[in-house]
């Protein structure tokens, strides 16, 4: 099941190669595209002529998952380490990890409780975590892990009646939709399309724009697990989305307008074809379709996403129901004219 | 060498240069680097470009990107009482006081100012208690006629250089000291071949956001590029690891670096018996990097450990430019059409383009 | 020249939905331009051809979309729940009216902003510090229903459109940025013909983060790229003592503001032009804000640009001013500068 294979790989920004690995093969294996290329940055872009060959869209979501990078090797064997993308320190504490490329297991431990009097109440910033791997001293640890190392949230997937739990729905939901759709794609798309699986979106959107030089694409569509906010710990006025409402589709975020001709195209698809979808709540936020819109000589785009609680923590939790509706929404976008069309006007 | 890198950081150091006003230290750097290479210009966006051609069949392109301008300050108001506020360009206030600065106005005039600060005796408990930020500060401009003064003029700071072996104290090292280790690396390169073209781009504006190195990677569409910046050299950070100055280049290594760049550098390094450090930067570099990774094309980024980051006075130990220079001309050489190829992971095997 | 700008800045037209002043700009130049084109993200770019044989590329940039809100969530009750599109800060917002257009009617539907206040403790602190998780609009609706009848989730609004003359000074919503729209669409009307290539740029989206004007010189890379936009003033009582902007002496010649600086090219330029034609003009350095200058100095190899300023006062509120002996004077000096 690609989504659950996608959400154990470990491929934080800038060290995404075993997550481009599996995707590359899926791709390959599917023998549904044209051709596949990778630029130096470490995008895949995989091509497949359509129907009518004057416009391309490309489908896009970024391989990369927020993780940690050593930083220091302390004397004592511990390692200092430092936020790859928006991670809050809060939800490390007590959290296992993986480090470098051979996956040491280690662990972030806070003080006993026992031995906090004045610290219970004191927010832990990242001069207070630490990784412990088990090793005795500097010397040890350097004999199994590097400076530098990326370290990756621990979490293994699982299903339920209605729900995921897993790691790296932000935005291994995107990928596994992108392949889903590829491996079931039996008649050619209305235009062409080009998948595009993009690096480094969580440190700053920083690897999509790059993608605009190797194709020219009329619009972009972004596939993205985004946020819920649907606790009992905030106002209903002040959700994001709401599980199992359906694909959640964006209007405005920071620093960019999604494209009102584009907007609305989705939202009539999805009442065409009978999807329940949600209008998100919530405006924080970017996503590759801000930095396509400013690159080079401008893409305009248009975001859907699959509701995900506890985004960029060891833990997420998804609803089936949502997955599958968002992959037939961005199925049916791909397969017919509806989307690139509205941009004749 | 080291002598001609003493000279030019006392030279470079003084040579005026905010942010989208180098002309002043681009002179100065053509001069320097006129006899090493084959063609020098200016791009529209003030980048000074030197590029030395491959000695044999060009395989590729291999840019070196470093700033010259300089952090300064920029006069906001014209007081007709004989003094000048200001607004900072990346300049810590707390170093102000007490300082002499030069004010270069639309005549072309440069014209000295003094940022005062009340004696101790008028001082009362709660100025006594304040750090002054610009809000607070002023240029005092008494000396001269006000109306040679007007908005917009900028102002640097007035400091001479020192040399204390194997130190040098100048201002503005930050990125002067990078522009003489990418000048260094042209003068290894005499006398090797290399087959990369060798682009030592001078770049515009990077103390605002790094424009001059956007708009050179543009026009220069390297296959390889490297940026060359300081770093904070000799002071505890918690969480880093210490960098000191005299310990040599430090390679970065984070998620805006390719890898195979930072993996190329490393290798050159260990290779060539040259001393390096590592620095660990996860987030954006906040050196021209940044903006050449944007553009999208493959970046490593080395950088000069630097003690007193943008004070009056930084202080560089000069055998560090020299192994910078030295490491960026045996990469230089050893560059080849192979480099370029994308590994493929599954077969471990590199497809040469 | 007033009844042009009093026709631009009546128009909603918050980020993302540029069509509506896009049209009523295509109206005015109308017979005074050679072309004109919808650029991918919706940037409109008019030109008119040069008439040299080796004429300059000039291109001028106003942009077109002004700051505004979007509904997010309608309560059981038919109040609204809003965020900002571009800075909008929410102080300005309180016993503020913002208007959204009838999806059915077309009509306005006016809505007053107004903070949530449970107890006397929350109302010092909502004023103390304003957010938009305590703010709701009120459009007078009874029912949730009752206000679907009208807007939407994800509708853009804007604040409500009321144009004062007074004095010499222009005062309107949207100053930023459709004097320079107006200014622009002015120096078409006014350039019978012109010995260089001019380009207009009425940009999109500047005010959530630059974005037109990142794209918008991509094909046209003209020799020298002009913003024209508003910029803050310091001549209001105990006024920014740092800075030095006022009403009435002149267009501002931009040195620096946060987002960039202008090439010593540009600002060359403009200063010669208005010295040697006896315009009135003024040195900028901002400090804050940014202009679309910035985009246009990023675009490929870079485009010499800088930033012409209005010097406005209450900048992103719903009654920004201008005075119009510096509206007037910086059409003089643009089309000097472009004619050279």
Redesign the interface.
């Given at each position: 099941m690609y989504l659950k294979d996608l959400s154990e790989i470990y491929g934080?920004?800038?060290?995404e190669?075993k997550v481009?690995?599996y995707i590359r093969?899926v791709v390959k294996k599917t023998g549904k595209t044209d051709f596949i290329k990778?630029?130096?940055?470490g995008n895949l872009m995989c091509f497949k002529k359509g129907k009518n060959q004057k416009k391309t869209l490309v489908l896009m979501a970024h391989m990369d998952e927020v993780g940690?990078?050593?930083?220091?090797i302390e004397e004592d064997g511990k390692l200092?380490?430092?936020?790859?993308g928006g991670v809050d320190p809060r939800v490390l504490l007590g959290k296992r990890v993986v480090v470098g490329e051979k996956n040491i297991d280690g662990v972030i431990p806070f003080k006993a409780i026992h031995l906090q009097s004045k610290d219970y109440k004191k927010i832990p910033d990242?001069?207070d975590v630490r990784v412990d791997i088990g090793a005795k001293d500097k010397k040890d640890a350097e004999s199994k892990v590097n400076?530098?190392d990326f370290c990756h949230f621990r979490t293994f997937f699982e299903e339920y009646q209605n729900r995921y739990v897993g790691k790296a729905f932000d935005d291994r939901v995107g990928c596994a939709i992108m392949l889903e759709i590829l491996e079931s794609m039996n008649d050619l798309p209305a235009f062409n399309i080009v998948f595009a699986f993009v690096v480094?979106e969580e440190?700053?959107l920083?690897g999509s724009?790059?993608v605009l030089?190797h194709f020219h694409p009329?619009a972009a569509l972004i596939i993205e697990g985004t946020t819920a906010g649907d606790n009992p710990e905030l106002k209903?006025?002040?959700w994001s989305t709401h599980l199992d409402n359906g694909p959640a589709v964006s209007?405005?975020q920071?620093?960019?307008?999604?494209?009102?001709r584009l907007?609305n195209a989705i939202v009539q698809t999805a009442e065409s074809i009978r999807i329940p979808f949600q209008?998100k709540?919530?405006?924080v936020g970017g996503t590759d379709a801000?930095r396509l819109?400013?690159?080079?000589?401008?893409?305009?785009g248009a975001v859907v996403s699959v509701p995900a609680r506890y985004i960029h923590s060891p833990v997420s939790v998804m609803s089936k129901e949502d997955y599958n509706h968002t992959r037939k929404l961005v199925n049916e976008l791909v397969m017919t004219e509806n989307y690139l069309k509205v941009?004749e006007v | 060498m080291n002598k001609k890198i003493k000279d030019m950081l006392f030279e470079f150091s003084q040579a005026y240069g905010p942010p989208g006003r180098e002309e002043c230290i681009r002179g100065v750097i053509k001069k320097r680097v006129e006899n090493l290479c084959d063609e020098v210009f200016v791009d529209k966006s003030g980048n000074l470009i030197a590029l030395k051609h491959a000695t044999e069949k060009t395989e590729g392109r291999l840019m070196v990107s470093t700033h010259m301008d300089e952090v300064c300050l920029v006069c906001s108001n014209v007081l007709d009482s004989g003094y000048l506020r200001v607004e900072t360009i990346g300049f810590d206030p707390k170093l102000l006081p007490s300082q002499k600065v030069t004010v270069h106005t639309k005549n072309g005039e440069q014209l000295r100012g003094i940022v005062g600060m009340l004696a101790p005796h008028l001082q009362t408990d709660e100025t006594r208690s304040k750090i002054s930020d610009y809000d607070d500060l002023f240029v005092d401009v008494s000396m001269h006629d006000i109306s040679k003064f007007s908005v917009g003029d900028f102002i640097t700071f007035s400091t001479e250089p020192f040399e204390t072996k194997p130190f040098v104290f100048a201002k503005t090292i930050d990125n002067r000291g990078s522009c003489i280790a990418s000048i260094v690396a042209l003068e290894y390169l005499q006398k090797m071949r290399h087959s990369f073209d060798f682009y030592a781009v001078f770049s515009s504006r990077e103390e605002i956001g790094a424009f001059g190195a956007r708009t050179a990677t543009s026009l220069i569409q390297p296959d390889v590029s490297v940026a060359l910046d300081v770093t904070h050299g000799d002071i505890d950070m918690?969480?880093?690891?210490k960098l000191e100055t005299g310990k040599g280049p430090v390679i970065a290594?984070?998620?805006?670096l390719?890898?195979?760049v930072s993996n190329g550098l490393t290798k050159c390094a260990k290779n060539n018996g040259i001393a390096y450090q590592?620095e660990?930067i996860?987030?954006?570099t906040g050196t021209d990097a940044d903006q050449i990774?944007?553009?999208?094309?493959?970046v490593g980024l080395i950088s000069i450990p630097l003690a007193y980051m943008h004070n009056t006075y930084e202080k560089i130990n000069v055998h560090d430019i020299k192994e910078t220079g030295r490491l960026l001309s045996l990469f230089g050489s050893e560059l080849n059409r192979c480099f370029?190829s994308?590994q493929s992971?599954?077969e471990g095997e590199k497809e040469c383009i | 020249m007033n009844e042009l700008i009093k026709k631009l800045v009546s128009v909603s037209s918050p980020?993302?939905?540029e069509k509506k002043v896009h049209q009523a700009i295509l109206e005015e130049l109308e017979g005074h331009i050679d072309g004109h084109k919808y650029?991918?993200?919706?940037?409109l770019i008019v030109w008119k051809n040069g008439t040299s044989n080796q004429p300059k590329k000039y291109l001028l940039d106003g942009h077109a979309d002004e700051i505004g809100v979007?509904i997010?969530?309608i309560?059981d009750k038919g109040f609204l729940?809003i965020?900002p599109?571009g800075g909008v800060n929410p102080l300005m917002l309180l016993g503020t009216i913002v208007q959204f257009e009838s999806k059915t009617t077309k009509e306005i539907i006016r809505g007053i902003c107004s903070f949530e206040s449970e107890t006397f403790e929350d109302v010092k602190k909502n004023f103390q510090n304003p957010n938009y998780?305590v703010m709701f609009v009120d459009i007078g609706a009874n029912s949730k229903e009752e206000a679907l009848k009208h807007v939407?989730?994800?509708q853009?609004g804007t604040y409500e459109s009321q144009v004062i003359e007074q004095n010499g000074k222009l005062i309107s919503k949207a100053m930023d940025d459709r004097i320079a729209c107006a200014i622009i669409v002015q120096i078409f009307k006014e350039l019978e013909s012109c010995p260089n290539d001019l380009y207009g740029v009425f940009s999109v989206?500047e005010e959530?983060?630059?974005?037109?004007a990142?794209?918008?010189g991509?094909?046209i890379m003209p020799d020298m790229a002009i913003a024209i936009d508003v910029t803050a003033n310091s001549d209001t009582p105990k006024g920014f003592k740092r800075m030095d902007l006022n009403l009435g002496k002149g267009p501002a010649i931009k040195i620096k503001d946060k987002a960039s600086i202008s090439d010593r090219v540009v600002v060359d330029k403009l200063t010669q032009c208005a010295q040697e034609n006896d315009i009135p003009y003024q040195y900028e350095v901002l400090l804050f804000g940014g202009t679309n200058a910035h985009?246009y100095q990023l675009t490929?190899s870079g485009i010499p640009s800088g930033t012409l300023s209005i010097v406005t006062r209450y900048v992103h509120s719903p009654h920004e001013m201008v005075d119009m002996v510096d509206v007037l004077n910086a059409v003089k000096l643009l089309k000097k500068a472009v004619e050279d």
């Open positions: 934080a920004s800038g060290n190669e481009r690995k093969d990778e630029d130096h940055l940690l990078m050593v930083s220091k200092n380490v430092l936020p790859v990242w001069n400076l530098g480094q440190n700053g920083r724009g790059a030089k009329d209903r006025e002040r209007y405005l920071s620093m960019h307008v999604i494209d009102r907007f209008i709540g919530r405006t801000g819109a400013r690159s080079f000589y401008g893409v305009p941009l | 918690p969480g880093h690891v290594k984070g998620p805006v390719t890898k195979m590592y660990i996860p987030s954006r990774q944007l553009e999208g094309f493959p370029l994308i992971e599954e | 980020s993302g939905h650029d991918p993200i919706g940037n979007v997010t969530n309560d729940r965020d599109v998780d939407n989730i994800g853009f989206q959530v983060g630059i974005v037109g990142s794209v918008a991509y094909d985009g490929r």
